[in-house]
């Protein structure tokens, strides 16, 4: 196969796939590349102050600080057991799409400020086990931090907990909207358990930014960083995505064809 035609190819292909998006540092989506599988992030490590506090607060609800009443002990015990792996992905508002790997907030907050990379699923090639549950978040203008329980034993909580799962885990602030995120959850056996999602098959593309106004040669797709990758995975597309002086657009890092395969004004180019 020759170099356009292959290039082609992978145009189609990004184009035309249902993606999801996973932002992070370079060392970290290289380990990813290498391994082939994503951490569940625990439910007390996340950064948003709800999620990471709700359980917490959810004692409150049947007594006070000084008796730690046995239900709420029980419920937060179990909610801790719920991991998550997040992604984000395209969104369609009217005519208007936005695209996932189009967030500037994405790669400053979780791509060091565009020196990481971008991860991109197949969404449906994504191995779920029968553990898992996975749904898009819901976004609202309040989200209470305290939730009460009817169950009062172990088996009633955790059953309750598993029925109630899109409200406790899938509702977020709508100051979170831009995130567009898909979630995947799984309960792990015990709390601080590590847990990996196989994404060998859903691994498809890696971005990397591209700053077309700033000539630096430590810049992602400036040799070294897209060097490393394929080092890891040879077969693993290498995009850059570039912000040039009249807005941003995204490339075959071979570039081949003289046209990007999406820029922010005209969409995609197959």
């Keep these: 196969m020759n170099r356009k035609v292959d290039e082609f190819h992978v145009r189609y292909k990004f184009a035309d796939m249902t993606r999801l998006y996973h932002f992070t540092t ?67 508002v009217g005519d208007t799409v936005y695209e996932g ?33 996975a749904n898009d978040v819901c976004y609202y203008e309040y989200i209470s931090s305290g939730f009460a329980f009817h169950n009062k034993s172990k088996s009633g909580l955790k059953s309750e907990i598993s029925s109630r799962k899109d409200e406790l885990f899938f509702c977020k602030r709508k100051e979170w909207e831009r995130e567009q995120e898909f979630r995947i959850i799984r309960r792990a056996k015990n709390k601080y358990d590590n847990n990996y999602l196989d994404v060998s098959d859903a691994l498809s593309f890696v971005i990397l930014c591209y700053e077309g106004l700033v000539f630096d040669d ?25 912000v040039y002086l009249d807005g941003y657009a995204l490339w075959d890092n071979n570039n081949y064809f003289d046209d990007p395969i999406w820029t922010e004004e005209g969409g995609f180019y197959i």
Aim: charged share 35%; net charge negative; hydrophobic share 35%.
């Design 26 to 92: 370079f060392d970290s989506a290289c380990k990813i590349i290498e391994s082939k599988q994503l951490r569940f992030g625990k439910p007390f490590d996340m950064n948003d102050l709800i999620e990471n506090n709700k359980v917490v607060y959810q004692r409150l609800i049947f007594g006070n600080l000084d008796k730690d009443d046995l239900n709420g002990a029980y419920a937060e015990e179990e909610m801790n057991r719920y991991q998550q792996i997040s992604f984000s992905q395209d969104r369609v």
């Design 101 to 133: 790997f189009n967030l500037h907030s994405m790669w400053g907050l979780y791509a060091d400020k565009g020196y990481g990379a971008c991860l991109v699923f197949d969404k449906d090639k994504l191995k779920l086990t029968d553990k898992d549950y």
């Design 218 to 242: 430590e810049f992602p797709c400036d040799g070294y960083y897209s060097d490393v990758i394929k080092k890891i995975d040879k077969k693993l597309p290498v995009l850059k995505y570039e």
